[in-house]
Antibody, heavy 122, light 107 residues
Framework: QVQLVQSGAEVKKPGASVKVSCQVF????????ISWVRQAPGRGLEWMGW????????NYAHKVHGRVTMTTDTSTSTAYMELRSLTSDDTAVYYC???????????????WGHGTMVTVSS | DIQMTQSPYSLSASVGDRVTITCQAS??????LNWYQQKPGKAPKLLIY???ILETGVPSRFSGSGSGTDFTFTITSLQPEDIATYYC?????????FGPGTKVDIK
């Protein structure tokens, strides 16, 4: 069964960092890239960036560029998203999603993780 | 960035009604448009890609059309399980952007 399993909820203080994991099951990890999308409480969806599971190439949205790092571990079929210098504006549910098969972000997200709630609060 | 707008913001319809949502892009995105369904507390689900192609396993009462800047999403006969928020999303250029969503509920 194809699924993306994410790590559990996190509570962080302003200025801290958070690292969310996304483990892939049911297909070959390196066959598809991973995008990360977040959703603040009661708000819409925001694409954060993309990581190639083949070569580790990344493409980040300018809103989080400089604070985010997306990586992969092919030995465990896991993708990671680390966000630094957290503020209350980063409080959101963070989703990983399967992206396309190309060497650049595809933009069609056909399988999603269940989401990881990150709360930033002093 | 390409801005996506949707209308209406929310709607209430009866079971069996035809429901239509529109999505407009701030510039030409040809047919690089997806539609997602999100139920409360759940992750989004891909329903339609390339503006009009139904994802495998999605009921045929869902459909999409349009190209360029104007797109339409239709539920031909609303069912109770269709209560959700629907989002359009463009993938013509980076950063990928979503519409603000349309909340659909039962009258």
């Amino acid at each position: 069964q194809v699924q993306l399993v994410q790590s559990g909820a996190e509570v962080k203080k302003p200025g801290a960092s958070v690292k969310v994991s996304c483990q892939v099951f049911g297909y070959t990890f390196t066959s598809y890239a991973i995008s990360w999308v977040r959703q603040a409480p009661g708000r819409g969806l925001e694409w954060m960036g993309w990581v190639s599971t083949n070569n580790g190439n990344t493409n980040y949205a300018h809103k989080v560029h400089g604070r985010v790092t997306m990586t992969t571990d092919t030995s465990t079929s896991t993708a990671y998203m680390e966000l630094r210098s957290l503020t209350s504006d980063d409080t959101a549910v963070y989703y990983c999603a399967r992206d396309g098969v190309g060497v650049a972000p595809g933009g069609t997200f056909d399988i999603w993780g269940h989401g990881t709630m990150v709360t930033v609060s002093s | 960035d390409i801005q996506m707008t949707q209308s209406p913001y929310s709607l209430s319809a009866s079971v069996g009604d035809r429901v239509t949502i529109t999505c407009q892009a701030s510039q030409d995105i040809t047919n690089y448009l997806n539609w997602y369904q999100q139920k409360p507390g759940k992750a989004p689900k891909l329903l339609i890609y390339d503006a009009s192609i139904l994802e495998t396993g999605v009921p045929s009462r869902f459909s999409g059309s349009g190209s360029g800047t104007d797109f339409t999403f239709t539920i031909t006969s609303l069912q109770p399980e269709d209560i959700a928020t629907y989002y359009c999303q463009q993938y013509d250029s980076l950063p990928f952007t979503f519409g603000p969503g349309t909340k659909v509920d039962i009258k």
